[in-house]
């Protein structure tokens, strides 16, 4: 039986020609580290390093200069560096109810910081009339995920930003579940940060991430990691210089050279294009799911405020039974549970029960989704 891969907003699978050889280039025939020696391979990794950050500018349409381009191990390390650096005790935060516990998680660690979450509609939707009355004198920083990882709902990240603007309140967006996916503009959205991992919509490997900055929000966070940079080695202290004072360690080359070309990709096909095809298959796979009385669609059905995360609840059969009579019986790779999310899932109306969430790709396919359709027809009308 053939596996039809439907979890993309885990990871995405498969990456495009390019990726696995570019990252075999560097173990195989460069192997050389960045910011320490300067023989030429080691030239030859700064450059592609560098190449990385231009891609990630330009992409994310990020107006400060390349140095504030942050290398990160992931989304999550991007978010830690943010929350746990930004914010410091009596200080207030607004989230939206629908995130990640990559936002959570951090946020609770914090000692003496008090947060409240901007209550999202039923479709996993937040309207940006409700911030305003949560907004009180101490609040410095608000984060919220621009596409729900449960359900595929995309927020108006213009509005909030405009609104953040206006009250001096600092903006970090998680684009984990839009990068790639749907445009993200970090100057339109009038961001303090952004933070993207590298194996989702941006196509590249895992363990790989990266945080765009302000030189403003730059200044007002505290490194979190501490260590080697190649740089300033006469002093203990960690250089005050982007990126070397949030980038310390030795950095993951092979994941360097495998984003660096996935990003190749992404540039050469377009946001919009990778968008067009995910947004098709997706009206497929939700008219289809319309037409199955066995089962409950979450999140929108607006194509515009989207992405092509699709979660469903089976009436009348657990869903983890679901997810694996889908593998088994069908060859369908999807995830079940929970999805790191409970918060969203209480918005959603999902918990504790969770959902089966199906997440396409650009490498997804009409017949991938017609396949699914089928399956679920099949395992919701038992
Ligand atoms: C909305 C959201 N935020 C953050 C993350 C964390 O990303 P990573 O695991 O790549 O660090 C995820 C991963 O699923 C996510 O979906």
Redesign the pocket.
């Known amino acids: 039986m053939d596996t039809i891969y439907l979890d993309n ?3 995405s699978y498969p990456k495009p020609e390019g990726v696995s050889s570019a990252m075999k280039t560097y173990l195989d025939h460069v192997g050389a580290t960045i910011n320490r020696s300067v023989y030429g391979s080691a030239q030859d990794a700064g450059l592609k390093t560098l190449q990385l950050r231009e891609r990630l500018k330009k992409l994310l349409h990020f107006p400060e200069p390349v140095t504030h381009v942050i290398l990160t ?7 830690n560096m943010a929350i746990k650096g930004f914010l410091k005790p009596g200080d207030h935060c607004l989230v939206s109810s ?6 959570m998680r951090p946020l609770l660690q914090l000692a003496g910081v008090e947060f409240d979450r901007i209550p999202c509609d039923w479709e996993g939707l937040l309207d940006p009339a409700d911030i305003e009355p949560l907004i009180r004198p101490n609040t410095r920083l608000l984060v919220m ?5 449960v359900c595929g709902s995309v927020q108006d990240a213009e509005a909030v930003g405009a609104l953040c603007a206006r009250h001096g309140i600092a903006f970090v967006l ?4 839009t990068a790639g996916h749907f445009p993200v503009d970090f100057e339109r959205f009038r961001l303090s940060a952004l ?1 993207v ?4 919509g941006l196509l590249g490997p ?1 363990g790989i ?1 990266a945080l765009l900055m302000t030189d403003a929000f730059a200044k007002a966070i505290d490194p979190i990691v501490a260590g080697g940079t190649g740089s300033a080695s006469d002093s203990e202290f960690l250089p005050d210089y982007l990126p070397d004072r949030f980038e310390s360690g030795t950095p993951n080359l092979p994941g360097i050279y495998g984003w660096e070309a996935a990003l190749r990709f992404v540039e050469e096909t377009g946001v919009d294009a990778l968008r067009e095809h995910e947004m098709t298959l997706c009206r497929r796979f939700l008219d289809g799911l319309e037409q199955l009385r066995g089962v409950s669609l979450c999140g929108t059905k607006d194509l515009t405020r989207r992405v092509g995360v699709v979660s469903v609840d089976f009436r009348n059969r657990d869903n983890a039974d679901a997810a694996f009579a889908l593998e088994t019986d069908y060859g369908i790779l999807t995830r079940c549970g929970l ?3 409970p918060s969203a899932h209480k918005t959603l109306d999902t918990f504790p029960r969770g959902t089966v969430r199906f997440s396409l790709g650009f490498a997804s396919t009409e017949a991938d989704v017609d396949a699914a359709l089928a399956a679920v027809k099949d395992l919701s009308e038992v």
């Open positions: 907003a885990a990871t191990p992931g989304a999550t390390w991007g978010l629908m995130e990640h516990n990559a936002v995920a621009h596409g729900s990882n998680d684009a984990a579940q933070c991992p590298g194996h989702k895992s991430g999805h790191c999310a």
